[in-house]
T-cell receptor, first 115, second 118 residues
Framework: AQSVAQPEDQVNVAEGNPLTVKCTYS??????LFWYVQYPNRGLQFLLK??????LVKGSYGFEAEFNKSQTSFHLKKPSALVSDSALYFC?????????????FGKGTRLSVIA | DTGVSQNPRHKITKRGQNVTFRCDPI?????LYWYRQTLGQGPEFLTY????????KSRLLSDRFSAERPKGSFSTLEIQRTEQGDSAMYLC????????????????FGPGTRLTVL
């Protein structure tokens, strides 16, 4: 079965500092990985995805993620955090077989960026 | 705004009552998903449709839950005889799936319907 782990419930970072939100996955075969962000009382917004190719994926709002097959990780990063980045972040893997099957989500990591 | 809408945004009901939620996906999207999100957890898959066909139901979808997508456009999720454990955010997502979507597209989520069962 496919699964995603987000080991940190909360990440605190000062504005202007780099941020990392961690994600590890377990899947048989090739993983299709996604990051979503959720603001209060809003649905999930897509940030970026890894399907194949370059291990460094660039997404919306200056976010990027690095796929590491040997460590089965897909950590979300941003070089300089903004207060407006404070939100709930979810890592997700597409369940196999692929072809737009449902996503399996992690529990989420709350990011707090302090001015 | 992702283009996926859900109504109502909030629903408060008493235990034992029936509730129905509606999801309007992005118009050209042929696949529609329902997820449930409880506090402190990520969304969990409930069921999904391709056009009007319901292709899969999760074990989370008990007999009290039913979903429809009668004309392959909007979808409804009904919960009968609600229980306090049904309190959650119910999320809808849509995608251009299958061969037309290439198999790798991201899902677009609606704002959700927050259900509170008293």
């Amino acid at each position: 079965a496919q699964s995603v782990a987000q080991p940190e419930d909360q990440v605190n970072v000062a504005e202007g500092n780099p941020l990392t939100v961690k994600c590890t996955y377990s899947v048989s075969g090739n993983p299709y990985l996604f990051w979503y962000v959720q603001y209060p009382n809003r649905g999930l917004q897509f940030l970026l995805k890894y399907i194949t190719g370059d291990n460094l994926v660039k997404g919306s709002y200056g976010f990027e993620a690095e796929f590491n097959k040997s460590q089965t990780s897909f950590h979300l990063k941003k070089p300089s955090a903004l207060v407006s980045d404070s939100a709930l972040y979810f890592c997700a893997v597409r369940r196999l077989p692929s072809g737009n099957t449902p996503l399996v989500f992690g529990k989420g990591t709350r990011l707090s960026v302090i001015a | 705004d992702t283009g996926v809408s859900q109504n109502p945004r909030h629903k408060i009901t008493k235990r034992g009552q029936n509730v129905t939620f509606r999801c309007d996906p992005i118009s050209e999207h042929n696949r529609l998903y329902w997820y449930r999100q409880t506090l402190g957890q990520g969304p969990e898959f409930l069921t999904y449709f391709q056009n009007e066909a319901q292709l899969e139901k999760s074990r989370l979808l008990s007999d009290r839950f039913s979903a429809e997508r009668p004309k392959g456009s909007f979808s409804t999720l009904e919960i009968q005889r609600t229980e306090q454990g049904d309190s959650a955010m119910y999320l809808c997502a849509s995608i251009l799936g299958g061969l037309a979507g290439g198999g790798y597209n991201e899902q677009f989520f609606g704002p959700g319907t927050r259900l509170t069962v008293l």
